[in-house]
């Protein structure tokens, strides 16, 4: 029997596992790609949200990220990709999903998580998150580290893939 709250007389064949991997995705990297490929193989359903961070200002609209998010997870059959602008509580909330996956890198990751994760459960109690420690690959691998690199012409193949690499020159270039 699997336990989920509200879920725990439901057998686990029975009960299909979703969980939604929200982010910022300014733009996606090979960082998001390990984790969003590896939650595919946990749950029998990803959604990936794509949102903003109010504490961020993206290089990329919104359509723009999509579309890289979108070349990205076109092999995986269970994984999808929706827009939500607002708080990620509202879009658990009118969902029927309530598992959130997110990465972990370093230290830093650990007190934006802990004070993202504590903050929502308040705001939100049903609402649980599932973390992911990064591969040691891409430890020190995020979206302001490829734009920078961008910025300054540098080559991005271990980090991002080759479309998102061509976006990010597209970008610096005009
Ligand atoms: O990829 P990121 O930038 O780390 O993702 C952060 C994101 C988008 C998940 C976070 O900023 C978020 O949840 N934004 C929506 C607004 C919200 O719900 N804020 C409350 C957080 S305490």
């Not at 990465?103 to 934006?112: C, I, M, S, W």
């Not at 992911?132 to 690199?149: A, G, N, P, R």
């Not at 479309?163 to 990010?168: P, Q, T």
Request: include cysteine; glycine fraction near 4%; proline fraction near 5%.
């Amino acid at each position: 029997m699997y336990s989920l709250r509200g879920q725990e007389n439901i057998p686990r064949e029975v009960l299909r596992l979703k969980a939604i991997y929200p982010g910022s995705f300014d733009p996606i990297t090979y960082g998001h790609i390990d984790i969003f490929e590896r939650a595919s193989k946990i749950f029998d359903h990803v959604t990936i949200l794509l949102m903003n961070n109010p504490r961020k200002r993206p290089l990329f609209s919104i359509d723009e990220r999509l579309e890289m998010i979108k070349e990205s997870t076109k092999e995986f059959k269970n994984v999808d990709v929706k827009v939500h602008t607002g708080l990620l509580v509202q879009y658990v909330k009118s969902s029927s999903i309530k598992i959130v996956i997110r990465g972990l890198r370093a230290l830093e990751d650990f007190e934006y998580e802990f004070e993202m994760a504590l903050t929502n459960r308040q705001m939100c109690p049903e609402l649980e998150v599932v973390y992911l420690m990064t591969d040691l690959k891409y430890l020190f691998v995020s979206s302001s580290m490829v734009k920078e690199i961008a910025q300054f012409g540098g080559e991005l193949s271990k980090w991002a893939p080759p479309f998102v690499e061509k976006e990010l020159q597209r970008k610096f270039r005009r």
